[in-house]
């Protein structure tokens, strides 16, 4: 049996649980016109403002940072550990699978996104994130 590295579970949740998430419904998604939004006035939320607390949204709103601003520009800002005990290159990971509409159809995640999803299983279960 091969060596798990710390997080290897934890990881493999978070990319399950947030494309059955979207792929139930893609308008939950929250990007319009190419750009991507932590958390949108409909409380539409991407997959990392999904997983910030209202502490770090409310944070990140108040410095007018909740829309279509890169992770490393809030990694300082944030404490939520759920999201910084996660390896970041695997949160922008995360984050590009949500972004992009060519992951996502009108059935869910695409076979596109399935090939990314895939990519990304196999760098967590590599050591790639480590």
């Given at each position: 049996m091969e060596k798990q590295y710390p997080l290897v579970t934890e990881m493999i949740h978070e990319l399950r649980e947030m494309v059955d998430?979207?792929?139930h419904d893609t308008n939950r998604?929250?990007?319009?016109?190419?750009?991507?939004s932590y958390e949108t006035e409909n409380g539409a939320k991407c997959a990392i403002g999904r997983m910030l607390s209202g502490e770090d949204l409310?944070?990140?709103?108040?410095r007018g940072m909740l829309d279509d601003t890169g992770l490393s520009d809030i990694w300082d800002i944030?404490?939520?550990?759920?999201?910084?005990?996660?390896?970041r290159r695997f949160l922008e990971d995360l984050q590009d699978l949500h972004d992009s509409d060519l992951h996502w159809d009108g059935n869910?995640?695409?076979e596109r996104g399935k090939d990314r999803m895939e990519l990304i299983r196999t760098?967590?279960?590599?050591?790639y994130y480590a």
């Open positions: 998430y979207y792929s998604r929250a990007t319009s016109h190419g750009t991507c409310t944070r990140l709103e108040s944030i404490e939520t550990p759920r999201v910084k005990n996660l390896p869910g995640i695409s760098r967590i279960e590599t050591g």
